[in-house]
T-cell receptor, first 112, second 114 residues
Framework: GENVEQHPSTLSVQEGDSAVIKCTYS??????FPWYKQELGKRPQLIIDIRSNVGEKKDQRIAVTLNKTAKHFSLHITETQPEDSAVYFC???????????FGKGTKLSVIP | DTGVSQDPRHKITKRGQNVTFRCDPI?????LYWYRQTLGQGPEFLTYFQNEAQLEKSRLLSDRFSAERPKGSFSTLEIQRTEQGDSAMYLC????????????FGPGTRLTVT
């Protein structure tokens, strides 16, 4: 089955700096890759996603890139703000399945 | 608000007891998913329904777990003979958005087995 690895597990950045979180996946048949943000005690919230037919997608300060050949995808947050502090999870979904396989998460701390 | 409610929000039970959780989408969705999230980990897929039919089941879903979606609307997840390792957040998710790939989580039911 699919295996998704995520790193780093923790990341601290100064407010205004950029943050990058990287994930790799094992199943070349995977074609959908969402990113979730989870604040303490709350549900994971979908913040951006990408499908395998595109290489990059951007939404305001967040962007996701996908390299199908290398089987890795990344989340980029620019101009970080304290409210970006949370745990971020990447996930992969195999074509033909609706099962999401999640990474172990990255705890992002934005220092004011 | 992602358009799905879960009940109860918290459940404390003693080892060996049975528990049942409910997931209620506000509007009709043909697909419904269950995940489990333990502390410090990402959500883990449990099962998925297409209308009333349970189409995918994870190996995590042991014979003590059963899920139903009798009318293709709400869903229940039952755990029999609970164990301390069952302590987790149980999340229900529904599809939304243009492509229907997206999965949006409900608030979850936090289970504590003592």
């Amino acid at each position: 089955g699919e295996n998704v690895e995520q790193h780093p597990s923790t990341l601290s950045v100064q407010e205004g700096d950029s943050a990058v979180i990287k994930c790799t996946y094992s199943d070349s048949a995977s074609n959908y890759f969402p990113w979730y943000k989870q604040e303490l005690g709350k549900r994971p919230q979908l913040i951006i996603d990408i499908r395998s037919n595109v290489g990059e997608k951007k939404d305001q300060r967040i962007a996701v890139t996908l390299n199908k050949t290398a089987k890795h995808f990344s989340l980029h947050i620019t101009e970080t703000q304290p409210e970006d502090s949370a745990v971020y999870f990447c996930a992969g979904q195999r074509a033909g399945s609706y099962q999401l396989t999640f990474g172990k998460g990255t705890k992002l701390s934005v220092i004011p | 608000d992602t358009g799905v409610s879960q009940d109860p929000r918290h459940k404390i039970t003693k080892r060996g007891q049975n528990v049942t959780f409910r997931c209620d989408p506000i509007s009709e969705h043909n697909r419904l998913y269950w995940y489990r999230q333990t502390l410090g980990q990402g959500p883990e897929f449990l099962t998925y329904f297409q209308n009333e039919a349970q189409l995918e089941k994870s190996r995590l879903l042991s014979d003590r777990f059963s899920a139903e979606r009798p009318k293709g609307s709400f869903s229940t997840l039952e755990i029999q003979r609970t164990e301390q390792g069952d302590s987790a957040m149980y999340l229900c998710a529904i599809p939304r958005g243009e492509g229907r790939y997206e999965q949006y989580f409900g608030p979850g039911t936090r289970l504590t087995v003592t």
